[in-house]
């Protein structure tokens, strides 16, 4: 099993430009989820999926849209780029995630760093 | 405040030492997880408790939910160790985690 695949590594944008950092997972889970790490703050929630063709706002949703139209992949996009979204991204993926339902643990994709000038 | 509270925030400590990190959060959970982060810069599950304690090798992780408090501990501490480690919780009624700032653990030979 690869685990959680993210490409690009990095990239550098200019402030305006659109792009879609790719995520997949072949370990079949329902739940992915995208995170943005900036310095001194934790890792912040921007979108969640718990399953193909549900998605759902994080606590940084503003700038981003997602979508999950297979199991596998949960491509983030950013709209206008800006120098705010400079950060490290991380999607991660767990079995299952739902109110009332056990637990499982999570596993990171090795992360994108974004810088946006 | 931050619904998820770390302590403390920088640890430096000697190879062989025992460590503890502190995780204090203000709201029920369902669950709560310990992450270690690499220099550089994957993320690793480490734990996913919801009650009592677990170990694997030479860390071990303890949760209080009456005072809504858990700690992990590395026995015999290595410079391998060093790392962040941080801590996030799953909020009960919710599919999502919050997390923690992290530690920042630098173990010196």
């Known amino acids: 099993n690869a685990g959680v695949t993210q490409t690009p590594k990095f990239q550098v944008l200019k402030t305006g430009q659109s792009m879609t950092l790719q995520c997949a997972q072949d370990?079949?889970?329902?739940?992915m989820s995208w995170y943005r790490q900036d310095p001194g703050m934790g890792l912040r929630l921007i979108h969640y999926?718990?399953?193909?063709?549900?998605?759902d706002q994080g606590e940084v949703p503003n700038g981003y849209n997602v979508s999950r139209s297979t199991t596998e992949d949960f491509p983030l996009r950013l709209l206008s780029a800006a120098p705010s979204q400079t950060s490290v991204y991380f999607c991660?993926?767990?079995?299952?995630?739902?109110?009332?339902?056990?637990?499982?643990?999570?596993?990171f994709g090795p992360g994108t760093r974004l810088t946006v000038t | 405040k931050n619904e998820v509270e770390q302590s403390p925030q920088n640890l430096t400590a000697q190879e062989g030492e025992f460590i503890t990190i502190n995780c204090s959060y203000s709201?029920?959970?369902?669950?709560l997880h310990w992450l270690q982060q690499h220099p550089g810069g994957g993320i690793v599950s480490l734990f996913m408790?919801?009650?009592g304690k677990k170990k694997h090798g030479r860390l071990i992780a303890t949760i209080n939910i009456q005072e809504k408090h858990s700690s992990l501990h590395i026995t015999a501490s290595h410079p391998r160790d060093s790392a962040v480690y941080i801590c996030?919780?799953?909020?009960?009624?919710?599919?999502?985690?919050?997390f923690g700032k992290g530690t920042k653990l630098t173990v010196n030979p």
């Open positions: 991660a993926s767990s079995y299952s995630r739902r109110v009332g339902l056990p637990t499982y643990e999570q596993y």
């Open positions: 370990m079949n889970h329902e739940y």
């Open positions: 999926s718990v399953g193909a063709g549900i998605t």
């Open positions: 709201v029920g959970i369902s669950a």
């Open positions: 408790l919801s009650s």
């Open positions: 996030a919780v799953e909020q009960g009624g919710s599919e999502k985690l919050v």
